[in-house]
């Protein structure tokens, strides 16, 4: 077998399950060796458990591979050091980064506790920078390195999910931010944004949940069953290997969309239009705006969530 990473360090967190889980496996496949980072927790974040982290330890190691397990929560300044420090102690070096550690709680936002939004906050947006911001250290240090950072489509605006949306929006411009600071030391930072058919996406509620959508007008056939046939998560590893591989030196800060059989960019995030006033101190009126920018910068504009009669 042609093995694309052979001889590399990688640290995925969130791989006892899910996406992360694939990418571990999928990896250690190419030839890499896996600090395998699982804190064990349930979908909102409680508890903890060592299994799925050392299970994926097993099947890497039955398969010929190298792998050792780590439960530390990204959510610690401190233990996301330990992490790397880990996958160093173990394999001598840190050559790629997978930040897939996640988990959701879903409410309106008048519903939201503040539990429910720092929870989110802090496993997504702070877990990826702690684990991140360890890893610079090393990559800048040995001018290499490869870092996949795990957004969401989400983090273009979704209901019920504003702590989500929020920490997967950071986690873009985490991603942007560190690729323009890291890219000088030969290091890249990129995001994926899946779909995949996890525990995350496919509980019981959330499908109880579509079908009623469905039933209630609110999406159509063709949506409902494409949210049922939903592809697994191994359809997403193979672009992480890609953007961890020497072939991907060149591509930083960039956004991409994986599922099956589908991978898309993002745009780059431009103004498109402008106003310019040149007269006047060059302070528009509330008066001048309310003309202008209806005609000029909102041309073809609809309103994402109009207001509705109850
Ligand atoms: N599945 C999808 O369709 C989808 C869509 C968009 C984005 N994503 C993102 O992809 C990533 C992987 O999602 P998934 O669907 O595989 O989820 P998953 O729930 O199947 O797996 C997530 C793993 O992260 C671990 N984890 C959670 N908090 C942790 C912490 N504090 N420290 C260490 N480990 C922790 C969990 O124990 C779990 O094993 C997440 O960032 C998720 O937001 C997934």
Redesign the pocket.
């Known amino acids: 077998m042609n093995e694309k990473l052979k001889g590399r360090a990688a640290l995925v967190?969130?791989?006892?399950?899910?996406?992360?889980?694939e990418a571990a496996l999928y990896l250690a496949g190419q030839g890499a060796s896996i600090l395998v980072?699982?804190?064990?927790?349930a979908?909102d974040?409680s508890g903890s458990d060592l299994a799925?982290a050392e299970q994926v330890v097993v099947e890497i190691k039955e398969k010929g591979g190298q792998a050792a397990a780590n439960f530390?929560?990204?959510?610690d300044f401190k233990a996301a050091e330990d992490m790397i420090n880990a996958c160093v102690d173990n394999f001598g070096k840190l050559d790629i980064v997978v930040?897939?550690?996640?988990?959701?709680r879903e409410r309106m936002i008048w519903n939201m506790s503040e539990d429910d939004w720092d929870t989110v906050i802090s496993?997504?947006l702070k877990?990826t920078f702690n684990v991140c911001r360890h890893a610079c250290v090393k990559m800048k240090e040995q001018r290499s390195g490869r870092i996949i950072n795990?957004?969401?489509?989400?983090w273009r605006g979704s209901v019920g999910q504003t702590n989500?949306a929020s920490a997967?929006g950071g986690i873009v411009s985490l991603t942007r931010a560190t690729a323009r600071e890291m890219g000088r030391y030969g290091v890249t930072v990129n995001c994926i944004?899946?779909?995949?058919?996890?525990?995350?996406?496919m509980t019981e509620e959330v499908k109880a949940g579509i079908k009623k959508r469905l039933e209630a007008g609110l999406m159509s056939k063709e949506q409902y069953d494409g949210f049922m046939n939903?592809p697994g998560?191994q359809f997403v590893p193979p672009m992480v290997a890609y953007l961890a591989s020497d072939a991907a030196a060149n591509i930083n800060g960039q956004i991409f969309h994986v599922e099956k059989g589908r991978v898309s960019i993002y745009s780059e995030p431009i103004e498109v239009r402008t106003i310019f006033k040149t007269v006047e101190n060059g302070m528009f009126s509330i008066e001048e705006l309310e003309d202008a920018v209806p005609k000029t910068l909102l041309t073809g504009y609809i309103n994402p969530a109009p207001a509705k009669k109850e």
């Open positions: 967190t969130g791989a006892g399950r899910g996406i992360g889980r980072a699982d804190a064990g927790v979908r974040g799925p530390n929560s990204v959510t930040n897939c550690a996640g988990v959701l496993v997504h877990g795990f957004t969401s489509d989400a989500y997967k944004a899946p779909i995949a058919a996890t525990r995350m996406t939903m998560p």
